[in-house]
């Protein structure tokens, strides 16, 4: 991620409405190599100004997954935040109809490297404290 350009979107911003619940911190075990890696991930995201430190009663807990290079790429299980979640009824475009729009005989092909993407996704402030992550080094938004 360092090497590339932090940019964000400028799409609507993103609202989270939520079932109440209760919610216990949960941190993921991991060993030191991986916290090191996890901590260096953290530091990268706190200096573009992407998350900061939390006090948030929620806290998915964050992960690390290898990436096909043998680099790795954190991670945050938001089950539980989903699964709590009013689920916003209205429908996606499908992607064939959305094509013929287009002329049909095109072809698209798309590569990104979706964990930078995540990070760039606007969230209302008031909504920030709902997607807090627990770490080894503390709690994030």
Known sequence: MSNEVQMRTSIEQTQF??????????????????QEEMYKIIQELLH???????DSPYAAPALLVAKHDGT??????????????????????????????????????SKLYMN??????????????KIAFITP???FE
């Open 17 to 34: 409405e939520l079932i109440p619940f209760e919610q216990q911190p949960t941190r993921r075990q991991c060993t030191s190599s991986k």
């Open 48 to 54: 573009f100004g992407l998350i900061r430190p939390s």
């Open 72 to 109: 790795w790429s954190m991670i945050v299980d938001y089950k539980k935040l989903n699964n709590i979640t009013i689920k916003d009824n209205h429908p996606l475009p499908n992607m064939e109809q959305a094509m013929q729009l287009l002329g049909g005989s095109h072809k698209f092909f």
């Open 116 to 129: 930078i993407v995540f990070w760039q996704i606007p969230i209302k402030e008031e909504d920030k404290f």
């Open 137 to 139: 080094d503390g709690l």
